[in-house]
């Protein structure tokens, strides 16, 4: 079956722009988290969706937003991109809320860069 | 402040030999911890997990080992091969309070042949 499949793979923007970024998660699977991944940070849990309801929202500034259509499909926003937000977002899927318990299933990525 | 810490940035095995990979963590709450693995350009790909009501899992060539009083835990890599060369990531869930998982900031793990 197609996995976590994220779109665009790379992007360049301008400071202050705004950046949609897109994630179709495994079919059947309702929950969808999104992570920042930048070098010497590791990965960081921007916010989970589930049935089109965020759950949980990390500690980013509000710049940072998403959503969840009811095909479970998500997008994320970041709004007046700064040089800081360079980065690859993560998209991961998993049947049901508790992902840990099946293990998250993730994309490849979109990889960011601001100029 | 980090609730999981992987305090080797990077690590050099020679191939056949033993990977350990270290990881430790400050919230008890934790009950399921997961490592997982991410080749440049790709996603991070599940590995291994386990329970805290166990104390060990072993898949194939990987083991995970948990200490719960320590608050650590330990990936073992046997016997360790070139293609294991990756970024290992150690993960935390605390079972639904966060919803997600809290990941460590990775150990490069290079395998030489």
């Not at chain 1, 959503?67 to 998209?91: H, I």
């Not at chain 2, 009083?69 to 990936?75: E, G, Y």
Request: hydrophobic share 30%; with cysteine; glycine share 10%.
């Amino acid at each position: 079956k197609a996995g976590v499949t994220q779109t665009p793979r790379y992007l360049i923007k301008t400071r202050g722009q705004q950046v949609t970024l897109s994630c179709s998660p495994i079919s059947g699977h309702r929950s969808v988290s999104w992570y920042q991944q930048t070098p010497g940070q590791g990965l960081q849990f921007l916010f989970e969706y589930f049935s089109e309801t965020q759950r949980n929202k990390g500690n980013f500034p509000g710049r940072f937003s998403g959503r969840q259509f009811s095909n479970s499909r998500s997008e994320m926003n970041v709004s007046t991109l700064e040089l800081g937000d360079s980065a690859l977002y993560l998209c991961a899927s998993s049947l049901d809320p508790e992902g840990a318990y099946y293990g998250y299933t993730f994309g490849s990525g979109t990889r960011l860069t601001v100029v | 402040d980090q609730q999981v810490k992987q305090n080797s940035p990077s690590l050099s095995v020679q191939e056949g030999r033993i990977s350990i990979l270290n990881c430790d963590y400050t919230n008890s709450m934790f009950d399921y911890f997961l490592w997982y693995k991410k080749y440049p350009a790709e996603g991070p790909t599940f590995l291994i997990s386990i329970s805290s009501i166990k104390d060990k899992n072993e898949d194939g060539r990987f083991t995970v080992f948990l200490n719960k009083s320590a608050k650590h835990l330990s990936l073992h890599i046997v016997p360790s091969q070139p293609g294991d060369s990756a970024v290992y990531f150690c993960a935390a869930s605390d079972g639904g309070s966060q919803g997600n998982l809290i990941f460590g900031k990775g150990t490069k793990l290079s395998v030489k042949p």
